[in-house]
């Protein structure tokens, strides 16, 4: 599977929001990106502040970026702040060191696209991010 | 009504999806911001190509920068073009001079947000907005 | 009540200037933002220096951006240096992590408008923005 | 006098909107700006678009940018409009081509602010822009 069709992309969305109020997470914010960084889905639950948009998108954006999960991310951040800092103005829609942006992987094991979520903690992002993932039976990177 | 709730805009993508299926028409790009024009919804379909979400983002955002559908911004831009090609550089989303962006009004005329539709002609695109507000039972901008 | 009129984004910076001249503090620059985080009103006092408008606004547009004040975000980025630079380049008017940046809430609690002030010390510019509230009959995100 | 002081452009702003009202105009945002392209004052009244605060600045900031009116800029625009299209880019605020944008000038003749007004036509933001002007005693460039 080469592509994450814009039918995945919903129900990754679906499955994302699902979980957040399983868990009674704040409203989210999630984006859908393809391989090349560009939008397939969004959506924002109603409450939430402007700039979810280009944060949940900057979560996923920055991990195809650099091909590892915004977590990852942000440990690089902790250890080389400098670097990180340096990358969001190179990117077009920024790098962002926090939990919640996952790329989501082929058969082949390479990166088809990316999801980002934003809204409540990293940690619960993420979770929500990995749920919505496995719900339109794809597969989160390693 | 001052606000476009998440499930408005996603009837609003709905409708807009279901009048492009109905007129044969190539896979479309729709967003749905707020007020402020930050983004409430957007799908994009399986086949349109990368900048999309720029380009219907930016009929919506043009349209509430102005204060009139990007279709008037196209008429515009054929009597003024020098000017409105000024506006891209200063507007956060640019400014888009093409049919397809249209302004959602609440009960006292006042925009409540704007849908931005691309991937097919723009008369076309303007058509599916339109048929996406009246789906959501919103009102577009006289 | 769903928007701050130009009447009371005038009286908010009056209500400023007034406190700011109670507390002898230095001259200010105040931002009025409405809830998509565009200007309403703006006032520099005699000898402030140049980047003052971008500051006044980028403390309320990062406050609205992220839906709480600028001085949680400065607690955000004592944190979490990383996460609060890395929101700079994809917001756009930036995110200020100092306090004096307010948000304005309705009668329903959300969001209706910002205030940004700056000129004096943190602490002092955000007693400004918060006297402006006040004597604009508004009330303070809590 | 070398340079306009907060009273002088609040009376600048305080005229143009007489101006607008005894001309029965659509609703204005009025932006004054001290020689440096820096604001001091803006106000948009109640019902404009998003855009008007970018739109009242990049007509003054324009304006001082080239030492001409914006309307100037205009015919310039007309003439050689690649050239105008350029400048956009590189100016921090934009460069507008079209009238609106007045240079204020000192007794000697030199630039001490300019002027942006937007909302109705352009020939009409340009006789509320001279009126605030001469509401405040202060010149507008010849």
Known sequence: MAYITLEQAN???????AK???????????????????LIAFQRQDGTSTLRPQIAT????GALALGISSRKIADMAAERPSFVASLGPIASHGVLPAA???IVVGADGRAIGAVGVTGDTSDNDELCALAGISAAALTAQA
Do not use: Q, R, Y
Request: net charge neutral; no cysteine.
């Open 58 to 61: 900057a979560k996923a954006s």
């Open 20 to 38: 957040g109020a399983e868990l009674g997470l704040k409203p989210l914010g999630i984006a859908v990106l393809d391989a090349g960084g560009h």
């Open 100 to 102: 919640g942006g996952v």
């Open 11 to 17: 129900a990754i969305i679906t499955g994302a929001f």
